[in-house]
């Protein structure tokens, strides 16, 4: 059988988009290259982006895988079981919950949210219970405030935000003046929330 290959003199350039046109560098090809750099810019933009929405608190998600990860721990849950949401309650009010993976150490508060838009916290952090359930009282709104709705949320508060509130706690607690955040504390997350009305 003829090969045409045979027939090409050892200086004739191959067709083009052979593979001898690729150019070729000590450490392989170029599309080599271009490869490695081009998964090296997508690994630096995926991680920002998830470092970025753990920052920010904007992914409960997110927060939740980091914890079990560092802690060694599956996903760190906080979930409120009663009252349950809808329900019409009197204040104060016993919270229930129960919770899973919480880091040691760290602090979980209620926050109270009503028509002013601020959060109100409670006067401490919840009380971690055996069998992964937990309790805290909670406050809502005036005694005026029959029929009016509130949110009732449980955080995870990071070692500053824990200063923060128990700050805002002793001087509230002074004055007598309750007066709100207008953001819960940086760097916390928000596990679960009801809405509920007052009787």
Not at 156 to 168: C, R
Not at 176 to 187: D, E, F, M, V
Request: with cysteine; aromatic share 8%; glycine share 12%.
């Amino acid at each position: 059988m003829h090969d045409a290959d045979q027939d090409r003199p050892e200086d004739d350039p191959l067709p083009q988009g052979s593979a001898a046109d690729v150019p070729r560098g000590k450490d392989g090809s170029a599309t080599h290259r271009k490869l490695l750099r081009a998964g090296g810019y997508i690994g630096t933009v995926v991680i920002s982006i998830v470092v970025g929405l753990v920052v920010a608190g904007f992914s409960p998600t997110v927060g939740e895988w980091v914890h079990g990860i560092v802690h060694g721990c599956g996903a760190t849950r906080l979930v409120i079981t009663y009252p349950s949401d809808g329900a019409s309650i009197d204040t104060p009010v016993e919270l229930k919950g129960t919770n899973a993976c919480v880091p040691s150490g760290s602090e979980a508060w209620i926050f109270v949210k009503g028509p002013d838009e601020l959060y109100h916290p409670q006067r401490l952090p919840i009380l971690m219970l055996p069998d992964n359930r937990w309790t805290a009282q909670a406050w809502v709104g005036l005694e005026s405030d029959h029929g009016v709705s509130f949110e009732v949320s449980v955080w995870l508060v990071g070692e500053a935000g824990e200063i923060s509130l128990h700050q805002y706690v002793n001087k509230a607690s002074t004055n007598g003046n309750w007066y709100g955040l207008r953001k819960a504390p940086k760097g916390s997350i928000m596990y679960d929330s009801v809405e509920v009305t007052r009787k």
